[in-house]
Nanobody, 113 residues
């Protein structure tokens, strides 16, 4: 069982990034998947999730800038991040919402002002 997040990097405030997370070892289409992030010296926080029926749910403060999606054929969940801000800096992780798996390494997003 594996969760491999990618797509992070350095971006200026106002820019965009698209994160991807490829899953393996379980029936991806049956699970609600989510993204979390952890800023330096902060706890990990939930960002967004999408259920098997493609219904998204967002942290309220991010709803207007982030979009979660999934491709069951590729066992992949995405996070489109638009108009990023320095406070979006952190390591981004994906996981199942229920019956969570061990956390992967995540992907680092750095937003400069």
């Amino acid at each position: 069982v594996q969760l491999q997040a990618s797509g992070g990097g350095w971006v200026r405030a106002g820019g965009s990034l698209r994160l991807s997370c490829v899953s393996s070892g379980f029936t991806f289409s049956e699970y609600t998947m989510g993204w979390w992030r952890q800023a330096p010296d902060n706890q990990r926080e939930w960002v967004a999730s999408i259920n098997p029926s493609f219904m998204p749910n967002y942290k309220a403060s991010l709803k207007d800038r982030f979009t979660i999606s999934r491709e069951n054929g590729n066992n992949t969940v995405y996070l489109q991040m638009d108009n990023v801000q320095p406070e979006d800096t952190g390591v981004y992780y994906c996981n199942r919402i229920y019956n969570r798996l061990p956390w992967g390494q995540g992907t680092l997003v750095t937003v400069s002002s």
